[in-house]
């Protein structure tokens, strides 16, 4: 009896929660092993930290932008297809739907596992089967939630927020205090030059920016955020700098306490730095980690399902995920479409091989949407925005962005190629469906039948006002 649409429930305490609860969660603590590794020693890796914290607000600012200008949902998505045209649109979805969002689901799920069940078998490491069965149930729960209820979704982002800060504070507080005490022994010669290896720096950037990603998560839900041209950049902003101190702080700790032979030699660093500063919490950080992961996977669902949601509605997508419960007003098949990916890359995968593998596609298309924010610039001068970033902001997270990406080829050219081989994949596909519309004969009436039938088992029809 009411209308079926996407409602606008994501205030800005929602909008800020979100931001949060996206970018604190696996990475701040298993990418320090990456970037250490990669950069070669204490002092390049703070150095990369908080360059990838200055380069994540300059892409923020541009997206901010973006999300004034450019009033639907969709994300990197939507912004690529408004500015750049379908066709680099076509390949991003192509790319985030195969490689990148399912790889970055599963190694936030196989940080949970880790981090859920290392507590119960310290010292020794979980058993692998264990880590992986425990990371699916918990990526289970969030998409079973993200199916129910929006406003459930929103409620649970918000709480598990506090719970990151939480978990932040408590490695922070002992680091600080060792630091205050004079424990400064594991900061001698930060700058040593002779492990920097220039082209590994890419890669180290690449788990850098890992944990920092999600800063760009309400111009997915654009369209169900309260006041837009106001909360989009106020959240920005405010989320922004608070994980760029809270990681600073961390990883100062986490030197602090451990050097950095334990570092790159522990699976998971949090609890190792508890293991060594804060036994009485031995069993209590690990959890808080596994819920802060929990919070990030909850955040990603919740996003990419209306990247899919928006590219039906613009016909490069089965109509099918542009449909939403009759009651739940969820985006449901768009929700539950991710799952089969998610599995089997859990399955099979190893996290630090699957970083590698999504960060080159996820960054060739973020540096291609702030592009599109100079070329919108360009082709629209008389279009006023609300808020407007200087020029050399997108310009320079463009030029970075693009570059990193070139110079990862030399880093890791196997999974890179993947990487690529997987985006040029789409080519065709988007050649003989998207552009030429070439079908089989029986291909739209099979269509139109199992989208019938899978309208009716999921209780979904197609939305019936645009919010945009």
């Excluded at 405010?238 to 986490?254: A, D, K, P, Q």
């Amino acid at each position: 009896e009411e209308a079926i649409f996407l409602r606008k429930k994501i205030t800005l305490l929602r909008a800020f929660s979100l931001l949060i609860g996206s970018m604190v969660g696996s990475g701040i603590f298993i990418s320090p092993k990456g970037v250490l590794e990669n950069s070669g020693s204490v002092g390049f890796s703070l150095a990369v930290w908080f360059s990838c914290g200055l380069l994540s607000m300059f892409g923020a600012l541009s997206y901010a932008e973006l999300g004034t200008r450019i009033t639907k949902s969709g994300g990197h998505y939507i912004y690529i297809l408004e500015t750049l045209g379908p066709l680099p649109s076509f390949l991003f979805l192509w790319a985030e739907f195969f490689a990148i969002r399912p790889a970055n689901s599963a190694v936030v799920s196989l940080a949970f596992g880790r981090y859920l069940l290392e507590p119960f078998f310290a010292p020794c490491a979980a058993p692998v089967p264990a880590v992986k069965l425990v990371s699916l149930l918990g990526y289970y729960m969030v998409l079973t939630l993200n199916s129910w209820s929006v406003t459930w979704s929103t409620r649970l982002q918000t709480a598990l927020s506090v719970v990151k800060l939480l978990a932040l504070a408590l490695i922070i507080v002992p680091g600080m205090m060792l630091l205050a005490q004079g424990h400064t022994e594991n900061f001698q010669d930060a700058f040593a030059r002779e492990s920097l290896v220039l082209d590994k720096l890419p890669l180290a950037f690449y788990a850098g920016m890992f944990a920092y990603s999600g800063w760009f998560q309400t111009s997915f839900v654009r369209e169900e955020l309260v006041k837009p041209e106001r909360n989009i950049p106020l959240a920005v902003i405010v989320s922004v700098i608070t994980v760029i101190v809270g990681y600073m702080l961390t990883n100062v700790s986490y030197y602090t306490v451990l050097g950095t032979e334990d570092v790159l030699a522990s699976p998971a660093v949090a609890v190792s730095f508890v293991q060594r500063a804060f036994k009485s919490l031995i069993s209590v950080v690990p959890v808080l980690v596994a819920l802060s992961c929990f919070g990030t996977l909850n955040g990603g669902i919740f996003t990419f399902s209306r990247t899919l949601f928006v590219a039906s509605r613009e016909g490069q997508w089965p109509p099918l995920f542009s449909m939403i419960h009759i009651r739940r007003h969820t985006p449901l098949p768009a929700v539950m479409l991710m799952f089969p990916l998610v599995t089997a890359m859990v399955c099979v995968g190893d996290i630090y091989h699957l970083l590698n593998f999504f960060s080159f596609s996820r960054w060739l298309f973020i540096g291609l949407a702030t592009l599109g924010l100079i070329v919108h610039r360009h082709r629209h001068p008389e279009l006023h925005s609300p808020f407007r970033v200087p020029l050399f902001v997108p310009v320079s997270f463009t030029i970075i962005c693009l570059f990193t990406v070139a110079m990862s080829f030399y880093s890791d050219p196997v999974s890179i190629s993947i990487g690529c081989t997987m985006v040029l994949s789409g080519f065709p596909v988007y050649y003989l469906i998207i552009h030429r519309q070439i079908f089989l004969p029986f291909f739209p009436t099979l269509s139109d039948y199992l989208t019938h039938k899978l309208q009716l088992l999921l209780e979904v029809v197609q939305q019936e006002i645009k919010t945009y």
